[in-house]
């Protein structure tokens, strides 16, 4: 059962009004999230959308290269002791018969709107958390009739998705203990967690499956001499705090008791990509080239979303480990030209100071973000820098409606290829899921 609200949960109640700005936290008596989380979503995607792959072991790879690892396996190729990070020679080795198709981001993008869309169907989404997990708010009778929903929506995604599109779902009090929920019997899991069953049933989990504690934080609480979900849960607020060493630890007690815990919004702070290099891409040209790609792309992501950056910040890792970074500003600008010439000459020192022919990783990133209007002129620009940055930012505007008009990236600012294993900068990560325009690439010859 919950323990009643003591003068630490009040507290904490305090510490959340003040320091987060958001309302008091309420103690929720009956089920208010579900949280639906797709089981080894990349691997059963190319399940589903590739009949030949069906009935075996399945990893999905970056690239075709015997030297990358796998980002994702599904339940069949586990059983075969391969995991995320299995290098193609290891997982070939563990399972002779495994297939590993390179991983194909937009069509997972494009499965990824279709779920949303019939998850719309049955229950509204509040928010998306990655590719493959989301949360819907459960509202007056759909919080007693939400182990009914969840049949339904596993019905729904069946028929209008495929049947290698399974998920699992959690319904909790709150969205953390949804997520837990929804991870606690995978896969095609659908675990309830009623307020009043709390603490029991998470008593039997380990403290590294609770979303938010990683190694170090596991290792942290072990040297505050809590091993067990039940010792956490026995802390106090202020104890919590203490381990944390910051207002997350009162946020985890809480969440974790089943308080609806508000997060406010976070702030946009850069958009940027970064690229492992393999093979011919790892030459200084080509590498290059691979910069310019990635600029333009995280370039395009900026203006979609309606920003300005005044810095832009440029990193190039060299084969034998060593790393140089450097940074360039300049007034509020959205264009290609501004972007992609600070680009190379950033470029350029970074290869003067490495001094080495053989790159591994390239990455950049727009910083010092703000909106139009937000921020006032540079007072020493010169007039036919402005004229000349309207200028431009026009031709790219011309571009972008080019580029969308033809579904493919028909014109950019100088040559133009995609490195090996394609979708640069367009990439799944989790808690970013791109834009379909992010997959904009040259046409076909």
């Known amino acids: 059962m919950n323990r009643p609200l003591d003068s630490g949960a009040q507290n904490v109640l305090f ?23 797709f089981d080894a979503f990349f ?62 981001h937009d069509e997972y993008v494009k499965l990824h709107h279709r779920i949303l869309a019939e998850l719309d169907r049955h229950v509204p989404v509040r928010k998306v958390w990655s590719v493959d997990e ?21 019905c729904g995604l069946k028929e209008a998705i495929g049947p290698w599109m399974t998920a699992s779902i959690g319904l909790a009090p709150n969205q953390f203990l949804a997520k837990v929920a929804a991870e606690m019997n995978k896969p095609e899991g659908l ?18 499956d609770l979303p938010g504690i990683s190694g170090r ?27 944390w060493n910051s207002v997350e630890g009162e946020r985890m007690w809480a969440q974790l008791h089943g308080y609806a815990v508000s997060r406010p919004e976070t702030e946009r702070r850069m958009f940027g990509h970064g690229r492992v290099l393999s093979g011919e891409w790892r030459q200084p040209d080509k590498a290059r080239g691979c910069l310019r790609l990635l600029t333009a792309k995280a370039a395009r992501r900026l203006r979609r979303e309606n920003y300005l950056a005044r810095a832009i910040h440029v990193s190039i890792g060299a084969q034998d480990g060593r790393r140089w970074s450097g940074d360039a500003s300049f007034s509020p600008a959205r264009d290609d030209h501004t ?10 020192a970074g290869m003067e100071a490495l001094g080495s022919r053989h790159l591994s990783k390239v990455s950049v990133f727009l910083h010092q973000i703000s909106r139009p209007g937000e921020t006032s002129g540079d007072l020493f ?29 028909v014109v950019s600012l100088g040559p133009r290829k995609e490195p090996p294993g394609g979708y640069a900068g367009a990439k799944i990560a989790f808690g ?14």
Not at 432 to 439: A, E, G, I, K
Request: proline residues 6%.
């Open 15 to 37: 510490m959340f009004t003040f320091v987060f700005r958001v309302r008091p936290m309420r103690l929720p008596t009956e089920i208010e999230s579900l949280y639906i989380d």
């Open 43 to 104: 691997a059963n995607a190319e399940k589903q959308l590739r009949p030949e792959l069906r009935g075996r072991p399945v990893g999905v790879i970056p690239l075709e290269s015997e030297y990358s690892g796998l980002i994702a396996r599904c339940y069949e190729a586990k059983a075969y002791g391969i995991r995320r990070g299995t290098s193609v020679r290891e997982a070939r080795a563990l399972c002779p018969g495994i297939a590993l198709p390179v991983a194909r």
């Open 134 to 154: 989301m949360e819907c708010a459960l509202i007056g009778s759909e919080r007693r009739r939400g182990e009914n929903i969840a049949q339904s929506i596993r």
């Open 191 to 208: 675990v309830v967690l009623r307020p009043e069953d709390l603490p029991g049933p998470l008593f039997d989990l380990d403290l590294q």
């Open 217 to 243: 934080m596991h290792t942290r609480l072990g040297k505050a001499g809590v091993f067990t979900v039940e010792q956490l849960w026995n802390l106090s607020p202020k104890q919590a705090r203490a381990i």
């Open 339 to 348: 972007f992609l010439q600070h680009t190379s000459v950033l470029f350029d």
């Open 381 to 409: 620009e010169q007039a036919s820098c402005a004229t000349e940055r309207a200028r431009w930012e026009r031709v790219t505007d011309a571009m972008d409606a080019l580029n969308a008009r033809n579904g493919a990236c």
């Open 432 to 445: 970013r899921v791109p834009d379909l325009n992010d997959f904009l690439t040259a046409p076909a010859d």
